[in-house]
C-alpha cells in the first residue's frame, strides 16, 4: 500500500530536549515536505526537499532542521524545541506528474 | 505572492441541509492546481480534488460538487444533503508552477459542523 509515515503520532516533551519526527515514504517520490498546522493558520510549510541531499527552507523553518540522506526518509529535528513549536505536523511527499501531494497521519507535538 | 482566504471559519448546519464552502485564491501564476481536504477530528488530511488552472469544468462527486471560477478566483465546494459525518475542517489549498507545484499554500480552513 502506498504510504506515508511518521513516527511517533503523539509526543509530549520539554523545553530544550531535542528530538526527532520520522517521517518514510513508500512511493519513490523525490519531492517531500514538512508542514506545522496551528489553529487559525491554516498548514504552513517548513522545509521541503526536491531530492537526496537537496533541501531548502520553506515559510517557518526557525527552530527546525531536516536531513535527506536517503530518497525514502525526511526527517524532522527540533534541536531545542520550544512550547512555540507545539503543532501538529504532517510530512508529505509529491507525486509527480499529478502534483499531488500525499500526506501523512500527522504528529502531535506538544512541548511543556 | 500566492494566497487562499476561506473567509468562513465555521459553518453549523443542520442535517439535510445544503452548504457552501468559499475559497478565494490568489497567484500571478497561469498555471497552478487547486485542491480540498477534509480533515476529521481523527486529524489526517483526506484528499477530496485537484483541479488545474485550465479545465474551468465543474466536478460532482456524490454528494458533492466544486465550483471553479478562473473571473473570480473562487473554488466554491458545495456538499448537497449534508450528513453528521461531513462534520470536519476543509481546506482549500494552492500549488502553481512558480514554486515547481511541490509546496502547497493553505487557506486557514473552515470548521462544518453538521447536527442531526
Known amino acids: 500500500e502506498a504510504q506515508v509515515t511518521q513516527n511517533p503520532r503523539y509526543l509530549i516533551t520539554v523545553t530544550g530536549k531535542k528530538l526527532t519526527v520520522t517521517c518514510s515514504q513508500n512511493m519513490n517520490h523525490e519531492y517531500m515536505s514538512w508542514y506545522r498546522q496551528d489553529p487559525g493558520l491554516g498548514l504552513r510549510q517548513i522545509y521541503y526537499?526536491?531530492?537526496?541531499?537537496?533541501?531548502d527552507k520553506g515559510d517557518v523553518p526557525e527552530g527546525y532542521k531536516v536531513s535527506r540522506k536517503e530518497k525514502r526518509n525526511f526527517p524532522l529535528i527540533l534541536e531545542s524545541p520550544s512550547p512555540n513549536q507545539t503543532s501538529l505536523y504532517f510530512c508529505?511527499?509529491?507525486?509527480?506528474?499529478?502534483?499531488?501531494?500525499?500526506f501523512g497521519p500527522g504528529t502531535r507535538l506538544t512541548v511543556l | 505572492a500566492q494566497k487562499v482566504t476561506q473567509a468562513q471559519t465555521e459553518i453549523s448546519v443542520v442535517e439535510k441541509e445544503d452548504v457552501t464552502l468559499d475559497c478565494v485564491y490568489e497567484t500571478r501564476d497561469t498555471t497552478y492546481y487547486l485542491f480540498w481536504y477534509k480533515q476529521p477530528p481523527s486529524g489526517e488530511l483526506v484528499f477530496l480534488i485537484r483541479?488545474?488552472?485550465?479545465?474551468?469544468q465543474n466536478e460532482i462527486s456524490g454528494r458533492y460538487s466544486w465550483n471553479f471560477q478562473k473571473s473570480t478566483s473562487s473554488f466554491n465546494f458545495t456538499i448537497t444533503a449534508s450528513q453528521v459525518v461531513d462534520s470536519a475542517v476543509y481546506f482549500c489549498a494552492l500549488s502553481s508552477r512558480g514554486t515547481g507545484f511541490q509546496k502547497l499554500v493553505f487557506g486557514t480552513g473552515t470548521r462544518l459542523l453538521v447536527s442531526p
Open positions: 526537499s526536491m531530492n537526496v541531499e537537496v533541501t
Open positions: 483541479r488545474n488552472s485550465f479545465d474551468e
Open positions: 508529505a511527499s509529491l507525486k509527480p506528474g499529478y502534483n499531488e501531494q500525499f
